[in-house]
């Protein structure tokens, strides 16, 4: 009786469900299309995602039934993108691209693009989402839509914050905020809560202070409690950064407790990583531990990452160490591992270096020692223990030529960088004495190429190194020879004999010198990940380009790239 119960209560549920939909579909004809779309809004932004996904239902329906305006049909498939799963809420913005081929509106194919970034965001595909974003850009600006341009800008300024580098989003966000003719109210009040944050993780702490003042009184004021929440959990980290632990939980307490029962899941990791660390600091680490459990607990569940888990597995490894939880140790290595391992992925410029606490060779030996110790906890042997040692040795040997291996280069990129700093300009174009020592030494080959060609071609090369021509992309010897206007044949005998090296070498010596300088005097170079630089210097990817770095100087790019950003 109890299951029937229970069953004609859940019918009587789904009956009035049914029915509070069917209502609120009725309503809704008495609306137009602005409205319905102001009202879709107001409910989203709420996280009232039922009612809105009922609206956007309602809305396409209608425009399709109507056959009106197509731009009411593309509204339609934007509205019903939302709250969706990667893949369904692609097909909506595929139909939009398909409907808006026929529409006169500047703000196509831009929007498009647009559209994919933000789901690729969510999705934790930054590699994605910053290729449609920079598309985005290039369309909006191709149409001179300065609301796309700056909407584009933005999201790559966020993008910029979200992988580690506050400073660059906050100027972007700064200039927005300031200069926000042709932005809406909703844009400037999302600019306003990613400032706070940035001005927060670049210690600006006054600036953050007021802006979190201003966010707080407009949201409570406006009933916009999502928002709102994001601003108090704002204010939660302010109160942490500025050692006010109590105020911080307590505060911390509030919002976490609003995003788990709203299912606003990275909001909700945020708060409870800064409320873990107002614990942390107030020496109470089982509490710092609870949080940081439920934080990996949703990680598993949305396979969403953020740079800062890095932190989270440390302490948990370091929390169950202290315990001598050998398992839990282990989980949360395996964890670490995995998660280290994504972030790798999708934050390559953050992740050149190794986590401080736990370098991966470190890390790796002591899993193996954990898996060996749990397995043989009770019959442990002298073999055992000495199979251990030996590959404890082992990993040490190899650990050991690893770091000599980088101190190697490490001393190699300090010598270059020092060369370069000695040097205004740094090349190895043949003088004019040893040009004729070329010719002296390879006479019998000389005698073979015609004097004018070999001082055409001469002037030719000494006029493409001098213009730094060779930084283009997609130069090889046949392209380069019909500029020269000769052939192939000929430029490569007159670069073998007088610059003593193969086309390709030449080629990449001339980049690779020309990069050795650039690289020491241009910051704002550095600062680019290493596809942007590489094209730069002519390369057509990264690797290329890397590989060229390494056989011209001896060491790696990463490495002489740390060793400049170390220098006083």
């Known amino acids: ?31 137009s299309y602005e409205e319905l779309e102001n009202k879709f809004y107001s409910y989203k932004d709420n996280n009232e995602n039922e009612e809105s996904r009922i609206i956007a239902e309602f809305y396409i329906k209608k425009a399709k039934k109507e056959n009106k305006d197509k731009k009411y049909i593309a509204e339609g498939y934007v509205l019903n993108h939302y709250n969706k799963d990667l893949p369904v809420a692609l097909k909506y913005i595929d139909s939009l691209e398909i409907i808006s081929k026929n529409l006169q509106d500047e703000i196509y194919p831009a929007r ?26 290039k369309y909006a600006k191709e149409k001179k839509n300065t609301r796309q341009i700056a909407i584009a800008d933005l999201q790559i300024a966020y993008l910029n914050g979200y992988i580690g580098k506050p400073q660059e989003a ?40 007021k802006l979190i003042k201003n966010g707080l009184h407009y949201t409570l004021k406006n009933n916009e409690y999502v928002r709102y929440n994001r601003y108090l959990s704002l204010s939660g980290q302010y109160y942490l950064l500025t050692k006010q632990y109590p105020k911080s939980i307590e505060i911390l307490e509030k919002t976490k407790a609003y995003f788990l029962k709203n299912n606003i899941d990275l909001d909700a990791n945020y708060a409870m990583l800064y409320l873990g660390q107002s614990y942390a600091e107030s020496k109470n680490k089982d509490k710092a531990v609870e949080n940081y459990i439920k934080i990996d607990s949703i990680v598993q569940k949305t396979n969403n990452t953020f740079p800062e888990l890095r932190d989270v597995y440390s302490y948990l490894i370091d929390y169950y160490k202290e315990k001598k939880d050998k398992e839990k140790q282990l989980y949360y290595i395996d964890r670490f591992l995995k998660i280290n391992s994504i972030l790798d992925t999708q934050f390559r410029y953050i992740s050149r270096e190794l986590p401080k606490k736990y370098d991966m060779p470190k890390l790796l030996s002591e899993k193996e020692e954990i898996i060996k110790e749990l397995k043989n906890k009770k019959y442990l042997s002298y073999t055992t223990i000495g199979i251990l040692c030996l590959l404890l040795i082992f990993i040490m040997i190899l650990f050991v030529k690893a770091k000599r291996k980088e101190n190697e ?3 190699i990129a300090r010598d270059l960088i020092k060369s370069v700093s000695e040097k205004s300009h740094s090349t190895e174009n043949k003088t004019e004495n040893e040009v004729i ?24 090369l000494k006029m493409f190194e001098e213009k730094e021509q060779y930084l283009k992309t997609g130069i ?49 170079l550095r600062s ?15 690797q290329a380009f890397a590989n060229a770095f390494k056989k011209r100087t001896g060491t790696t790019l990463s490495t002489y790239l740390k060793e400049i950003e170390s220098q006083p």
């Not at 209560?9 to 009725?26: A, M």
């Not at 052939?487 to 010198?513: A, G, H, M, Q, T």
């Not at 680019?528 to 990264?542: D, K, L, M, P, R």
């Open 1 to 31: 009786m109890k299951n029937m119960r229970y069953f004609f209560l859940l019918f009587i549920g789904y009956c009035n469900l049914l029915y509070s939909q069917n209502s609120l579909f009725e309503n809704l004809n008495k609306y």
């Open 112 to 137: 498009i693009y647009l559209f994919k970034g933000m789901l690729y965001y969510n999705a934790d595909n930054l590699k994605l989402a910053l290729e449609n974003y920079v598309t985005a850009l």
């Open 170 to 209: 906050a100027k972007v966000l700064k200039y927005y905020y300031d200069n926000s003719g042709s932005l809406t109210n909703e844009d400037i009040q999302h600019i306003q809560i990613n400032l706070a944050s940035s001005y927060l993780d670049i210690d600006e702490f006054g600036k953050a202070e």
């Open 409 to 411: 280069y490490k001393e």
């Open 437 to 460: 020592a070329n010719q002296e030494i390879f006479d019998s080959e000389k005698n073979k190429l015609p004097d004018e060609i070999v001082e055409h071609i001469l002037k030719e």
């Open 476 to 524: 090889v010897v046949d392209n380069l020879a019909k500029k020269f206007k000769t052939n192939s044949s000929y430029l490569s005998k007159v670069v073998n004999i007088y610059k003593e090296k193969s086309f390709p070498n030449y080629l990449n010596d001339l980049r690779i010198d020309y990069a050795l300088i650039r690289l020491v005097n241009d910051k704002k």
């Open 528 to 542: 680019y990940n290493f596809s942007v630089i590489a094209t730069e210097f002519g390369y057509n990817n990264e």
